[in-house]
């Protein structure tokens, strides 16, 4: 996983709420590999293939937008994995929302996606300005856990130290596991020593 300290990008607004799993990576997409088209394909693409000139992420204005900003609810639905992989192979590493459903914002900070919960006044104030200003960057500070842009307040954001940790240095859960290795093997060296009986005899 990429390390994640600061992200001085291109932010898309999503102005809506209850965007759900299934919109974010279509259930007829999960045998597949995820790529970048998947994301939120049948709002972007139309019955052909076309791309939807009137949808927000088909704007030349957003594009490499880095940063996506959304309103309540952001990944609800079902649990599937695909929707923060799709978020991801689109480019972004860092949703914004009022609220996230818990599997997705979960499964977002495993696929080193940094997602930050505002208030719906902050929210608000980000779509605006963003709507009025396309194009614009907002520059989010991991360790500093602030969301800024010019002519902006600045936003301060929390995330809990082991998650923030790990976006930080790139682990996952699998190589946050790794870096306790030798003491997991002592440990169970010295537990099977003292639980003979425990151990598979050929």
Known sequence: MKRLTTID???AP???SNIDTDQ???GRFLSKP???DVLLHDRRFDSRGGRRQDFV???PAYAGARILVARRNMGIGSSREAAANAVA?????CVIAASFGDIFYNNCLQNGILPIVLDEAAIDDLITFLQANPGRHLVIDLPAQTVAGEGLLIRHFTISPRRKRCL???LDDFALTAQFGDALEA???GYYTTRPWLVLRA
């Open 9 to 11: 990008a291109v932010a």
């Open 168 to 170: 930080v240095e790139g």
């Open 34 to 36: 995820v790529t970048p």
């Open 57 to 59: 992420l088909n704007d």
């Open 187 to 189: 440990f169970e060296a």
């Open 14 to 16: 999503l102005d809506e």
């Open 24 to 26: 974010l990576a279509p």
């Open 89 to 93: 192979m689109a480019g972004f590493a």
